[in-house]
């Protein structure tokens, strides 16, 4: 009988060998598609964040994703201070649930902060690349996502992107944030890739490297593909980000396809669904 691989997320162990569902939980009042969800009066209700986690886990999400600082362009930036404010408590909530918590921050602090919280996985979308980020993950221990932006920072990422070659120069990138981390001391095992669909990326950049997954999932890491209500598939439907569902489990699924480890969506059951019809009709996964 073979083994099949798993990742140790702190006190938790993710399986590998399927693709599993990550349930976003922006406690932002700005993010692109669900920001403010969580406000009353503009304040954060950790309740109603409570209620929407449960309700993921049950939906058959194996990771919650919480982030505190909006990454859509143009986003305002936030203090360490107000990030903290918001994902702290809500972690320390969440902590009791039967689900891995990723972190969704590059801040150094506040990764350190939340590690002692209990956190299982580090989500960065500047790849571990603000001062003393890279240090703080490796002293953890904790599994590290490393995700490809075009630039240092949300704010300008969609300025005139431009590559060359979209799909080398993603993977050259990445390649090179896996040596950094290794250099200081992030074991391999424990890395995972995003190519940061949205992230310093044209329409057809994005179509090319959905289209080419298989890619990046060749150099060994396990993939996280988050294009959920993306503007890539508004562009295709002309639907506005609260009406992209359908186009959002077309993606999903095109990426476990293609070999995506995790699949980062806002509809957590719609997508456990979908990718439980995919899974049923793969041969590898049919019982003797």
Request: net charge negative.
């Amino acid at each position: 009988m073979s083994t099949r691989p798993t990742l140790q997320c702190g006190d938790r162990l993710l399986d590998l060998s399927v693709p599993s569902v990550m349930g976003i939980l922006n406690v932002t009042p700005d993010s692109f598609s669900d920001g403010g969800q969580f406000y009353q009066h503009n304040v954060l209700t950790i309740d109603s964040v409570l209620r929407k986690a449960e309700q993921m886990i049950k939906d058959g999400a194996k990771i919650l994703d919480v982030g505190g600082e909006s990454t859509r362009p143009g986003a305002a930036q936030v203090t360490t201070q107000e990030e903290m404010d918001r994902v702290l408590p809500v972690i320390e909530q969440l902590r009791q649930l039967d689900v891995i918590l990723s972190l969704d921050s590059s801040d150094p602090r506040v990764i350190e902060a939340a590690v002692g919280l209990g956190i299982g996985l580090i989500n960065d979308v500047r790849a571990l690349r603000k001062e003393g980020a890279v240090e703080v993950a490796a002293n953890s221990g904790l599994p590290v996502c490393l995700m490809h932006m075009q630039g240092d920072s949300p704010q300008t990422m969609q300025d005139k992107p431009s590559y060359a070659s979209v799909v080398d120069e993603v993977i050259a990138f990445l390649n090179d944030q896996v040596d950094r981390c290794a250099s200081a001391g992030i074991e391999k095992s424990k890395i995972l890739l995003d190519p940061g669909f949205g992230f310093g990326k044209t329409f057809r950049h994005n179509l090319i490297l959905l289209n080419r997954l298989d890619q990046l999932v060749a150099l060994g890491y396990p993939v996280l593909s988050g294009s959920s209500r993306k503007s890539m598939l508004g562009l295709i439907t002309g639907r506005e980000s609260s009406q992209r569902l359908a186009a959002s489990l077309s993606s999903a699924i095109m990426a476990a396809q293609k070999g995506a480890a995790i699949i980062r969506v806002h509809d957590v059951a719609e997508t456990v669904d979908a990718l439980n019809v995919w899974k049923a009709t793969c041969e590898e996964h049919w019982e003797s």
